[in-house]
């Protein structure tokens, strides 16, 4: 298990789009080092959320990483105009995407970092074949769609098993989690493996989002410590 400290991801799902830039910046100035962006088309998820264009005028407002999750159909279509569009890590569905490896590749030649997200529903079994190619993998522990959703606990085996590859084989990508992540549950996440926890609600509601991010990594690190 990794036992660097934990790295938070403020979902920008459940910000206020109407202050997206000053929201933003909250991000960074609570200490949490990714900025996570949701982009849905309405097909693969139910919802939709915004494009390219939102995160091109988005990335001179902030120095932080971001992180942009593709919960698109034949995300290979978009690759490339989110890789000009500033995105620092591009991450895709398994289920999306019929030539995984060939997206994945082609991620990477854009000059961004891949990922591979699975649905509560999707086995790991089914990347094991790229696991040697991406530099993080995104495990849903809810089904993909809506913020504001309760984390399903079936799901915490995936990220164990993740982990246990990762030990075998030697591998070096990280472990991202996205899904009803917050005080209570960060805990649960962690103890499994988790490197990166995606968080929108729980981050965008708290009283003292600076105070949210710093107990989250304290708890992250209590728990890796047992």
């Not at 994945?104 to 990922?115: D, F, H, N, P, V």
């Not at 495990?139 to 913020?147: E, K, L, S």
């Not at 075998?168 to 988790?194: H, K, Q």
Request: aromatic letters at 6%; hydrophobic letters at 40%; charged letters at 20%.
């Amino acid at each position: 298990m990794n036992t660097a400290p934990l790295l938070v991801a403020p979902s920008v799902l459940s910000a206020d789009f109407s202050r997206i830039a000053e929201e933003v910046e909250t991000i960074r100035t609570s200490g949490a080092a990714w900025v996570h962006l949701d982009v849905m088309d309405g097909s693969f998820v139910p919802n939709i959320t915004f494009g390219h264009k939102f995160i091109k005028d988005l990335r001179p407002c902030s120095p932080l990483l971001f992180d942009t999750h593709l919960m698109v159909t034949q995300p290979e279509r978009h690759v490339e105009i989110f890789a000009q569009s500033g995105c620092d890590y591009i991450t895709v569905h398994a289920e999306a995407s019929i030539h995984l490896h060939r997206t994945l590749q082609l991620i990477r030649s854009c000059g961004c970092k891949a990922g591979v997200s699975l649905v509560p529903s999707t086995p790991v079994s089914m990347i094991e074949s790229v696991l040697d190619i991406v530099d993080q993998v995104l495990i849903m522990t809810v089904n993909p769609g809506f913020g504001g959703q309760q984390l399903i606990p079936a799901t915490l085996r995936k990220i164990s098993e993740l982990d246990q590859i990762r030990a075998d084989e030697g591998y070096d990508f990280l472990i991202n989690v996205d899904g009803g992540i917050n005080l209570r549950t960060v805990r649960d996440v962690a103890s499994c493996g988790a490197d990166v926890v995606v968080c929108g609600n729980a981050f965008f509601t708290a009283e003292d989002r600076a105070q949210f991010v710093s107990d989250m990594i304290q708890a992250a690190s209590e728990e890796k410590r047992r």
